[in-house]
C-alpha cells in the first residue's frame, strides 16, 4: 500500500497511463469470465479513459505519459473492433481465440507489475513481457497454419485468417507501449553478472522467428515518440531478442568464431551510444547465418578432425540425399597441421535444415524484370487466340483441339516457371468481355489444376474446355451487354448458354467422339455448384465432373473480380473470402477451393493493399506458402500521394513492415480520385 501512495506521488503521470491499463486488463478478464463485453461496457471504459486523459492534462503530467494514455485508447478502439467481428461471426468460443486471450491477459499483468515494481522487478517482468509477445506471435503463426491446412475449418477460415490479423497489432501496440513503460537493467533484470536463460530449442526453426520479432521491434522503434538511443534499450523484448540472436550466432558459427566474438564485443562497447548501428550489426550477422552450415565444435567426423576454433571455417553446402564422404567436405578447407586424431566409429554429418518456405512446386525465382515481359507476351498470344476462337465459334473446322492445346501447353509451361503470368489474369477487354474472360479463366484452371498436381493429360483437356466454356455465350450478347441485371426470365435465357456451347462442338469433325463427349459434358457442367444451385441441371457433389468444377470456380473468380456493365469489379481479397465463407450454400468442393486459395493466396495478384508502413501497394506476385509477403509494387505513400514506383519482395525484406489490410477502390476514388480512374483505365488490355 505504501508503495503504490509512494509511486503515486512520485509518478503521477505513469500512475494514471497504469490506470488506463488497468481497465483494457479488465476488459480483456470480462472476455474470458462473461464472454465478449457489448458496445455499453466498452463505451463506459472509454468514458473512463477519457477521464483518466484529461485529469492527467489538468495535473500538468508529462506529454509522455498522456500520449501514453492516448495510445491506450488507440489500442481499445481496435479491440472493439476485434471483438465486433468475433460476434459477427459467432467465433465466442473458438479455442484458439480464447487461448489468445488468456496470454494477451497475461502479458497484461506483466506489464502492471513492471510499470509499479522496483527497478530490479520490473526489469525482469518486462523481459517476461517480452517473452510474452514472442510467444503470442508464435501462437498466431501457428494457428494460420493450422487453419489452412484443416478442411474442416475452412468455412469462416478468412474471417480467423483477418483475426489473427488483429491480434498481431495488438501484440506490436502492446510492445510499443511496454517499451515507453518499462526500462530494463542491463543485466536483463536478472541480478549483476547475469543473463536471462533464453531456452532456444531449434535454431534452424527459430531462424524465421528470429526476423519477424526484428521486424517488429524496428517498427516500434520508428513509430515510437522518442528517438532510438533513448527507446530501444527500455523495450521489453530487445534484450530477449539480442540475447536469443547470440546464441543462433553461436551454435551456427561456433564460440570462437569471427561473428559470434564480433557480435559480443559490438553489443558490449556500442549499445549504449549507438543502438541502431547494434541493431544493423545483428541483423547483417543474422541474415549471414541464414545459410551457414550448423556446426558443433570441437566435432570429429570418421577418422578426421575438423580444423581447431581458431581456424576459420569454410561454408559447406547441403549434402544431397546421399551423403557425400566425410573425407571429401575435410579436403575443402585449408591445409592445418592437426594432431592424429584417435579412430572412432564414423558419425554422420548433421543435416542442415532448410530455411527457405518453398515447395517443390515453387518455379525457380528471377527477376520481376525477365518475367514479366515473358508473360505478357504468352497472354497477349492466348488473348489473340482467345478473340479468334470466340469469333469462329460455330463454324466447321478441323484441328482446333490440337491448336488450341498446342497454346495452352505453352501457357501452362509458362505457369511453372512464371508465376508473374497469374498477374495478367486482371485485364479485361472493352470490346467484348469475353475475349479476355476466356483467357483468364484458361490461367486461372491450370494455376488450379498445377496445385492439384492433374496428369498432362486433364489439363489439356481442362484448358480445351476453359476455352470453350463460353462459346455458347455468342448468341445471348445483346442480354451479356444489358446496363442492368436481368430479370428472371432473361437469366433463364442466358442459362441456355452452357447448352448451346456444348453443341457447337458438333462443328469439328475431326475430334474423336468419345473425348467430344466428354467435353460436351465438361462445358454443359461448368456451371453447376455442388450444392446443386447452378444450371442448367441442378447436379450435385460428384455428380459434377472435377473439370468442370475447376472451370466454375475460375470463371466466377474472374467474372467478380471484373467489371460488367451493371457492376464494378469486387476486390479480389474480398471474392476469396466470400469464397471461403459461403454464406449462400456451398458451391464449390473444399479440395477445389483450397487449390484456388494455394495458388492466389489471400491477397491475390492486382490486390490493392495497405502496407503496416501505411503505403499502398498492388500485388503482382504471389508466393507460395506465404499468404502476407508476395512481391508488391509500391504506388502510393501513406497519404494516397502517388510515389515513384517500386517493387518490393516483402519475402526477402522481412524487416519491412508486411500487408495490414485490403484498400478497396471506393476508398481509393474518395482519397485520390485522379490516381483512382488512371488506375481503372489500365486495367484494360491495349494492343501494343
Not at 505504501?2 to 490506470?19: D, E, M, Q, S, V
Not at 489473340?384 to 498446342?406: C, K, L, M, S
Not at 488450379?448 to 448468341?475: K, N, V, Y
Request: charged share 25%; with cysteine; net charge neutral.
Amino acid at each position: 500500500m505504501i508503495h503504490t501512495l509512494l509511486f503515486r506521488l512520485n509518478n503521477p503521470g505513469l500512475y494514471a497511463a497504469a490506470k488506463a491499463l488497468k481497465e483494457l486488463r479488465e476488459l480483456i478478464h470480462c472476455c474470458l469470465t462473461d464472454g465478449i463485453p457489448g458496445r455499453h461496457k466498452i463505451n463506459k471504459i472509454k468514458t473512463r479513459l477519457a477521464d483518466i486523459q484529461q485529469k492527467a492534462r489538468d495535473k500538468g503530467c508529462r506529454s509522455k505519459h498522456v500520449q501514453l494514455i492516448h495510445d491506450i485508447q488507440r489500442l481499445l478502439e481496435l479491440v472493439e473492433t476485434t471483438f465486433r467481428e468475433i460476434r459477427d461471426y459467432n467465433l465466442e468460443k473458438d479455442r484458439e481465440i480464447i487461448h489468445f486471450f488468456a496470454l494477451y491477459l497475461s502479458l497484461l499483468d506483466t506489464l502492471g507489475e513492471a510499470i509499479t515494481g522496483s527497478l530490479s522487478k520490473s526489469g525482469a517482468a518486462a523481459a517476461r513481457a517480452g517473452k510474452l509477445i514472442a510467444e503470442g506471435r508464435k501462437s498466431l503463426r501457428s494457428f494460420r497454419t493450422d487453419n489452412l491446412s484443416r478442411p474442416d475449418n475452412l468455412p469462416g477460415g478468412m474471417t480467423l485468417l483477418t483475426l489473427y490479423g488483429h491480434f498481431e497489432t495488438w501484440l506490436s501496440e502492446t510492445g510499443k507501449l511496454a517499451g515507453n513503460f518499462c526500462i530494463i537493467p542491463k543485466d536483463g533484470g536478472l541480478g549483476s553478472g547475469n543473463t536471462p536463460v533464453l531456452p532456444v530449442d531449434k535454431m534452424d526453426e527459430d531462424f524465421n522467428e528470429l526476423i519477424e520479432e526484428a521486424a517488429a521491434l524496428k517498427k516500434d522503434f520508428n513509430r515510437c515518440h522518442y528517438s532510438w538511443y533513448r527507446y530501444s534499450p527500455r523495450h521489453p523484448g530487445y534484450t530477449f531478442w539480442k540475447q536469443n540472436v547470440l546464441r543462433f550466432i553461436k551454435h551456427s558459427f561456433g564460440e570462437q568464431s569471427l561473428q559470434y566474438t564480433n557480435l559480443v564485443e559490438t553489443e558490449k562497447n556500442y549499445s549504449d551510444s549507438l543502438p541502431s548501428s547494434v541493431f544493423s550489426a545483428f541483423m547483417k550477422t543474422l541474415e549471414k547465418a541464414r545459410h551457414a552450415p550448423r556446426q558443433v565444435s570441437p566435432v570429429v567426423y570418421g577418422a578426421c578432425a575438423v580444423p581447431p576454433p581458431h581456424v576459420p571455417a569454410v561454408p559447406v553446402a547441403p549434402l544431397p540425399a546421399q551423403q557425400q564422404p566425410a573425407e571429401q567436405i575435410v579436403k575443402a578447407a585449408p591445409p592445418v597441421e592437426t594432431p592424429a586424431a584417435p579412430e572412432l566409429p564414423a558419425a554422420p554429418l548433421p543435416q542442415p535444415k532448410k530455411e527457405s518456405r518453398k515447395t517443390k512446386a515453387d518455379p525457380p525465382l528471377r527477376p520481376f524484370g525477365q518475367l514479366d515481359p515473358e508473360a505478357k507476351e504468352i497472354y497477349g498470344r492466348l488473348l489473340a487466340a482467345a478473340r479468334r476462337f470466340i469469333i469462329q465459334a460455330g463454324r466447321p473446322a478441323d484441328g482446333i483441339y490440337g491448336e488450341v492445346t498446342d497454346l495452352c501447353d505453352l501457357t501452362l509451361e509458362t505457369l511453372k516457371t512464371n508465376p508473374v503470368l497469374l498477374n495478367y489474369a486482371a485485364f479485361a477487354t472493352a470490346d467484348n468481355y469475353l475475349y479476355a474472360h476466356t483467357a483468364n479463366v484458361i490461367i486461372l484452371s491450370q494455376a488450379i489444376a498445377l496445385d492439384l498436381a492433374l496428369p498432362q493429360e486433364d489439363t489439356r483437356l481442362l484448358s480445351f474446355c476453359a476455352m470453350a466454356h463460353d462459346w455458347g455465350m455468342t448468341e445471348f450478347q445483346e442480354l451479356s451487354s444489358k446496363k442492368e441485371y436481368l430479370t428472371d426470365a432473361e437469366f433463364s435465357q442466358v442459362a441456355l448458354h452452357a447448352e448451346a456451347g456444348a453443341a457447337k462442338l458438333d462443328n469439328m469433325p475431326d475430334l474423336d467422339p468419345l473425348l467430344k463427349e466428354r467435353i460436351k459434358k465438361i462445358v454443359c457442367q461448368a456451371h453447376e455448384r455442388v450444392g446443386a444451385n447452378g444450371y442448367p441441371f441442378r447436379l450435385s457433389g460428384k455428380e459434377i465432373d472435377i473439370l468442370a468444377q475447376i472451370i466454375g470456380i475460375a470463371d466466377v473468380y474472374e467474372a467478380m473480380t471484373h467489371p460488367r456493365n451493371w457492376r464494378e469489379a469486387l476486390h479480389p481479397h474480398e471474392v476469396v473470402k466470400q469464397f471461403m465463407e459461403q454464406k449462400t450454400g456451398p458451391e464449390f468442393g473444399r479440395k477445389i477451393l483450397k487449390a484456388l486459395i494455394h495458388a492466389l493466396s489471400i491477397y491475390p495478384p492486382a490486390s490493392l493493399v495497405a502496407l503496416s508502413s501505411g503505403e499502398i501497394a498492388r500485388v503482382i506476385r504471389v508466393r507460395k506458402g506465404s499468404l502476407t509477403r508476395p512481391l508488391v509494387e509500391i504506388i502510393l505513400d501513406a497519404d494516397f500521394a502517388p510515389v515513384q514506383d517500386h517493387i518490393l519482395d516483402l519475402y526477402e525484406h522481412p524487416l519491412h513492415d508486411a500487408i495490414a489490410r485490403p484498400v478497396f477502390q471506393a476508398e481509393l476514388e474518395k482519397r485520390n480520385p485522379e490516381f483512382a480512374a488512371g488506375l481503372e483505365s489500365a486495367r484494360w488490355w491495349v494492343e501494343d
